[in-house]
């Protein structure tokens, strides 16, 4: 099971994104746990993630979090997140994990 941080802002921008996350996951038998925080949270839950993700709203805070974290960060691609596009964001996730 693999286990999915997201950061932004204040960790609600992102709720819906994680439910369209979920919902691909689910349809892929991809086993993974979704949840979504704020940036200054970042070390202690990315701490035994897999990977972490930051919203584009937050992008700027990718060098920081990696400092913070011993997982891959990534910056959510600004038009999959503004789509709240599920499906392409798990596959990134994927791609990066080679999953």
Same mark, same amino acid.
């Given at each position: 099971?693999?286990? *999915?941080?997201l950061?932004?802002?204040a960790g609600?921008?992102?709720?819906?994104?994680?439910k369209k996350m +979920?919902a691909?996951a689910?349809?892929?038998?991809y086993?993974?746990?979704?949840?979504?925080?704020?940036?200054a949270?970042?070390?202690?839950?990315g701490?035994?993630?897999? *990977?972490v993700?930051?919203g584009?709203q937050?992008r700027?805070?990718v060098?920081k979090?990696? +400092? +913070?974290?011993?997982?891959?960060?990534?910056?959510?691609?600004m038009r999959?997140?503004g789509?709240?596009?599920?499906?392409?964001?798990?596959?990134?996730?994927?791609?990066?994990?080679?999953?």
């Open positions: 099971m693999r286990k *999915i941080v950061l932004c802002a609600m921008s992102t709720s819906a994104l994680v +979920q691909a689910e349809a892929e038998n086993a993974c746990d979704i949840a979504a925080y704020p940036v949270e970042a070390k202690v839950r701490e035994d993630a897999d *990977i993700l930051l584009p937050v700027f805070n060098e979090v990696r +400092q +913070q974290v011993s997982c891959p960060v990534e910056a959510i691609e999959a997140y789509m709240m596009d599920g499906k392409a964001v798990i596959k990134r996730v994927k791609e990066v994990l080679k999953d």
